[in-house]
């Protein structure tokens, strides 16, 4: 089975500009979960979407930011505009509700 | 962190040695986990443990959780090379939120 799905892997842009990042979770899962990973802060939940659904976008650090989940096999976090502190790491992770959470690879952001 | 902290924040050891971490947390949980990552890669889960158990075992892994004192521990034993990673807990204080610590990265000298 295909694990989850980010892409991309890696991008370099620009202060100011848009950037969008895709998750494909794993088939049969319910529950996704986008993450953000720095040295400073080390692993910060953005969001959690439940069947489709925005359960909790406590995390998500301000209004540049805003994630979607149009269906089960698709999600985007997107920032608009981006700024050099959003460079990190972002994870999506999803779960069929045991506990256990599958990782992406990640899409490493850098903001220039 | 939004949630827990691991202790030491690194550690070195010889190959064959055991390994232990610790994790501390802020609330109630459900249930706590410890996850692995590599270096450049994605975290990879390892063991669940529920609040109502002690102690869970699973190949060359243990697990202790003591609720009174809101802490975690995980042994590594006859650690290997490939043991190299940084390893997280995570805790869920409530349905489906799951917070990670700040992480122990373990580094096992061949």
């Known amino acids: 089975d295909a694990g989850v799905i980010q892409s991309p892997r890696h991008e370099v842009t620009e202060m100011g500009q848009e950037v969008t990042l895709r998750c494909k979770p794993i088939?049969?899962?319910?529950?996704l979960f986008w993450y953000r990973q720095t040295m400073m802060r080390g692993l910060e939940l953005l969001i959690y979407?439940?069947?489709?659904?925005?359960?909790?976008d406590s995390g998500m650090p301000e209004d540049r930011f805003s994630a979607k989940m149009p269906n089960a096999s698709f999600s985007t976090l997107k920032i608009q505009p981006s700024e050099p502190r959003d460079s990190a790491v972002y994870f999506c992770a999803s779960s069929r509700g045991t506990g256990e959470l599958f990782f992406g690879e990640g899409s490493r952001l850098t903001v220039l | 962190s939004q949630q827990g902290e691991e202790d030491p924040q690194a550690l070195s050891i010889q190959e064959g040695e055991n390994a232990t971490m610790n994790c501390s947390y802020k609330t109630s949980i459900n249930n706590l986990q410890w996850y692995r990552q590599n270096s450049g890669r994605g975290l990879v889960h390892l063991i669940l443990?529920?609040?109502?158990?002690r102690e869970k075992h699973s190949g060359r892994l243990r697990v202790t959780l003591d609720t009174s004192k809101k802490s975690s521990s995980l042994l590594i034993t006859a650690s290997r090379a490939a043991d190299t990673a940084s390893y997280f807990c995570a805790t869920d204080a409530s349905f489906n939120k799951f917070y990670f610590g700040s992480g122990t990265k373990l580094n096992v000298k061949p």
């Open positions: 979407f439940n069947n489709n659904v925005p359960i909790d």
């Open positions: 088939s049969g899962h319910n529950s």
């Open positions: 443990i529920r609040s109502n158990e």
